[in-house]
T-cell receptor, first 113, second 107 residues
Framework: DGGITQSPKYLFRKEGQNVTLSCEQN?????MYWYRQDPGQGLRLIYY???????QKGDIAEGYSVSREKKESFPLTVTSAQKNPTAFYLC????????????FGPGTRLTVT | AQRVTQPEKLLSVFKGAPVELKCNYS??????LFWYVQYSRQRLQLLLR??SRESIKGFTADLNKGETSFHLKKPFAQEEDSAMYYC?????????FGTGTRLLVSP
């Protein structure tokens, strides 16, 4: 079954703890993205990676970190420095062939208390 | 700066009524625009892209460069169209999303 997977679906953490969200794709896509989705604010780009071992900050990167050691994987770490981490996080990927399209994962809902 | 504006947070219509979800953009260059849709309990997915000039599920969207708009239209709404709709602008291999419009189609 091809596509993008995110795990876990729900994640609960205590304030002050770092937490890592998983994103894996088997679409052979070079580019991967992390978004945060909040009610009334749409999707905001956190980080993106166009190629392995390279990534760039998006619009709201503060308090987050990423790595891209493998083409298939783009984990996102929400650090304790992120002031408002409770949100729905979406991962996406896009390939280089054909018209541009981003394919999205099912999302992870993170709750920090 | 690149920006996408969707002025309506919620659009509520009756089944069979026409629908228009508004999208305006700000972009210095030749824009590439998309509509993405998120049905309840489903992933965000591409609905249509302006360069294809296609009709998907009865929806169409025309790029109007003079008005910097890319409104999504459907002549007769169906209950299954109820979803969250996002307009997006491609900018340097990234997408800039609007804040979204929730469409509710009542029977």
């Amino acid at each position: 079954d091809g596509g993008i997977t995110q795990s876990p679906k729900y994640l609960f953490r205590k304030e002050g703890q770092n937490v890592t969200l998983s994103c894996e794709q088997n679409l052979n896509h070079d580019a991967m993205y992390w978004y945060r989705q909040d009610p009334g604010q749409g999707l905001r780009l956190i980080y993106y990676s166009q190629i392995v071992n390279d990534f760039q900050k998006g619009d709201i990167a503060e308090g987050y970190s990423v790595s891209r050691e493998k083409k298939e994987s783009f984990p996102l770490t929400v650090t304790s420095a992120q002031k408002n981490p409770t949100a729905f996080y979406l991962c996406a990927s896009s390939g280089g062939d054909g018209p541009y399209e981003q394919y999205f994962g099912p999302g992870t809902r993170l709750t920090v208390t | 700066a690149q920006r996408v504006t969707q002025p309506e947070k919620l659009l509520s219509v009756f089944k069979g009524a026409p629908v228009e979800l508004k999208c305006n953009y700000s972009y210095s260059g030749s824009p590439e625009l998309f509509w993405y849709v998120q049905y309840s309990r489903q992933r965000l997915q591409l609905l249509l892209r302006h360069i294809s000039r296609e009709s998907i599920k009865g929806f169409t969207a025309d790029l109007n460069k003079g008005e910097t708009s890319f409104h999504l239209k459907k002549p007769f709404a169906q209950e299954e169209d109820s979803a969250m709709y996002y307009c997006a602008l491609k900018s340097f291999q990234k997408l800039v999303f609007g804040t979204g419009t929730r469409l509710l189609v009542s029977p």
